[in-house]
């Protein structure tokens, strides 16, 4: 109790500047326009008709943003499958998960913003959802709203449990509060044994936590189609033997070193396409100056694309929209993913890794350290020091086709069998409903 109401005076004391930093943002940028008001329990009257809907057991499932809508897709697809009257609930903390969400979780009933952790605003929604089950995807720990799940009668069941090296140390150092909080939590799956030793480390009892595999290799195989790889070539204005180099997920001092090598690039190999995909769209103004600086006045924006422009044949596109990274892989003769050059920790490799694409990339992957190390066990990793490097390793990949389309396959088939885990997911759930005896006849929202 002392904790919490520490906590609960830091976010008093954190609302005032928040609120005001927030605020200007948006009165600036349109930025938080749409999720601002959903924060603090304001809910239009249509999503509350919709809340207030029949359906048994109700399950929430929270997904932070964009990679985590990815993993609860799959998952949400696997209980729709269980508990086919259930009444299922998506939640995103940021305005372009929700976009994604409303791309991939077509199994949810309801999209809703995940609202900030103060008591008396998490009560108000939580009342409104009436969850049997509150799922949480991946780690996203917020005191009052686990409390406040388990004072109503929901059981709070963690799934892709995941802890990346600087969340870990985050968490630990201050381990003495997070301990308590995590016996709010009554059963974690995580995805690897690695994450559920951290867990554990953090204080959650052994007994509750479960490996049961990343659910992200489900959401991706699901997704890849012929079909779609024609579409967005056609799209693009790409023929079926062009070759392309995808740069994603890119952050700020990669592009700079992509364009590079793909100049070099163009002096022996002049057909080849250029897509950038910044990991951040709201660079893209910086980063089409950098194309432009580094001697390339032929870029298209896919924003231009996507509001009737036809492409003409430009050499670099730039996507400056949410949602079509997974799609642009598709058309990549070769791909840098990154956040690895610079220490971000990386980014997520198997998106391209389910094309059948070799990916690679740079030093700095330690937030996805397995899905590294199973690409790099196939073949289909490959890192790389430095643009000087990347340079190299792409010329020697375009030399020999045979090799390139051998590991691109292994990377496929990784992804592929490793399929299963959002079925797993959905079973750990189902159990804990279980196990609460959930009387989903007499549970109403209010």
């Known amino acids: 109790m002392f904790w919490s109401g520490v906590y609960n005076a830091f976010l008093l004391a954190a609302a005032l500047p928040g609120v005001t930093y927030y605020g200007l943002k948006m009165l600036l940028t349109g930025k938080y326009r ?20 029949e359906g048994r057991p109700r399950i929430w499932v929270h997904a932070v943003s964009v990679g ?3 993993a609860a ?7 729709r499958v269980r508990f086919p009257q259930a009444l299922l609930v998506l939640s995103t903390s940021t305005e372009t998960g929700q976009e994604m969400a409303k791309r991939l979780a077509t199994a949810a009933d309801c999209l809703i913003y995940y609202p900030l952790d103060l008591p008396r605003v998490v009560r108000k929604v939580v009342n409104l959802v009436a969850p049997d089950l509150f799922c949480l995807v991946e780690t996203e720990l917020w005191p009052n709203f686990l409390r406040i799940c388990r004072e109503q009668g929901a059981a709070v069941v963690m799934v892709n449990g995941r802890l990346s090296p600087r969340s870990f140390s985050r968490y630990r150092a201050t381990r003495f509060f997070w301990k308590g909080v995590l016996t709010d ?3 974690a799956g995580m995805i690897s044994r690695t994450d559920a030793e951290k867990l554990a480390d953090l204080g959650m009892d052994p007994g509750r936590i479960q490996v049961l595999g ?5 959401g991706l195989a699901s997704r890849v189609s012929p079909e779609l790889a024609k579409e967005t070539a056609l799209r693009l204005g790409i023929g079926p033997e062009e070759p392309v180099f995808v740069a994603g997920s890119t952050h700020e001092g990669e592009e700079a070193a992509v364009l590079s090598v793909y100049g ?12 950038l995909v910044p990991r951040h769209i709201e660079r893209a103004p910086a980063v089409a100056e950098l194309v432009r600086q580094a001697g390339f006045a032929d870029c298209l924006r896919m924003s231009e694309i996507l509001a009737g422009r036809k492409p003409a044949g430009e050499r670099i596109i730039l996507v400056d929209v949410i949602g079509e990274l997974f799609k642009v892989y598709s058309l ?6 990154g956040g690895s050059l610079v220490p971000k920790g990386g980014q997520n490799l198997l998106e391209a890794a389910a094309w059948g694409k070799v990916v690679l990339h740079g030093p700095h992957m330690e937030d996805f350290r397995d899905e590294q190390a199973l690409l790099a066990e196939a073949g289909a990793g490959i890192p790389v020091r430095d643009g000087d490097e990347l340079y190299e390793k792409v010329q020697e990949l375009l030399a020999d086709p045979a090799r ?8 496929r088939l990784v992804v592929a069998k490793n399929r299963g885990a959002a079925h797993r997911y959905a079973a750990l759930i189902a159990d804990v409903l279980r196990r609460n005896q959930c009387d989903c006849a007499i549970k109403a929202p209010t």
């Not at 990343?214 to 489900?218: G, H, I, L, P, S």
């Open 404 to 411: 390139l389309a051998q590991l691109g396959e292994a990377g």
């Open 264 to 275: 070099r690039l163009l002096q022996e190999r002049p057909d080849f396409r250029l897509i």
């Open 214 to 218: 990343n659910a992200k290799y489900d």
């Open 73 to 79: 897709a799959p998952i949400l697809a696997a209980l």
């Open 185 to 187: 939590i009554e059963t």
């Open 332 to 337: 990549a003769t070769i791909v840098f993913c």
């Open 34 to 53: 749409r999720s601002l008001g959903p924060k603090f329990g304001q809910v239009s009257p249509a999503l509350r008709e919709k809340l207030k809907a």
């Open 68 to 70: 985590e809508v990815t």
